[in-house]
């Protein structure tokens, strides 16, 4: 069996070279062939003594460019994907912004339909949702004055903010200048 000195020092080129093939950068190789060699240094005495030491060492070098490769692959589709996820959300933005005429959002048919949605609200989530948002009260004071838990007050809140926002699908785009369900 070779001594790790003469083995290394007769393959490590040839090894390094391989990996730079594959992986195209310089550390990352590097990396791999030491861990590669180091590999088959540590399980030599496990081995059959058959086994080539040279056709070893490459067998995890290639396995760890291949390893190396395929998260290069995943990551570039997640980056991809976000890519196209944040160029649609641009694309909403602008498409709303365009759609936004200024006028309709303070209008009298806005604040009807929030009105309207208010009204409907049961007594308790009305109650809760009006001390949240027009006497500006944190949930802990609505709970104290309203003989609730906080976690009461979160829901009949929520709740409220629900029915708001489906009353308002149709004008999402609005909902930052409407002030209620911010």
């Known amino acids: 069996m070779q001594s790790f000195n003469n083995l290394y020092n007769e393959n490590y080129a040839s090894f390094l070279r ?61 980056t991809d994907e976000m890519t196209e996820h944040a160029e649609w959300r641009i694309s909403i933005s602008i498409n709303s912004l365009e759609a936004c005429n200024p006028d309709f959002i ?25 001390l949240s ?12 004055k309203m003989n609730f838990s906080e976690k009461s007050v979160e829901y009949h809140i929520s709740k409220a903010l629900s029915q708001l926002r489906l009353s308002l699908k149709d004008f999402m785009y609005m909902i930052p200048f409407l002030g209620l369900i911010c």
């Not at 009298?108 to 409907?120: P, Q």
């Not at 948002?133 to 104290?144: D, P, V, Y």
Request: with cysteine.
């Open 18 to 78: 391989f990996a730079i093939g594959y992986v195209r950068d310089q550390h990352v190789a590097e990396d791999f062939v030491s861990e590669s060699f180091m590999t088959y240094w540590e399980n030599r005495n496990n081995l059959s003594t058959e086994t080539n030491p040279k056709a070893y060492i490459l067998t995890v070098l290639k396995n760890k460019c291949l390893n190396y490769l395929k998260h290069l692959q995943i990551k570039n589709r997640i």
């Open 133 to 144: 948002r027009k006497q500006n009260l944190t949930n802990k004071e609505i709970a104290k």
């Open 106 to 130: 303070f209008s009298k048919e806005i604040k009807d339909i929030v009105d309207s949605t208010i009204r409907k609200l049961p007594q308790k989530t009305r109650q809760a949702f009006m």
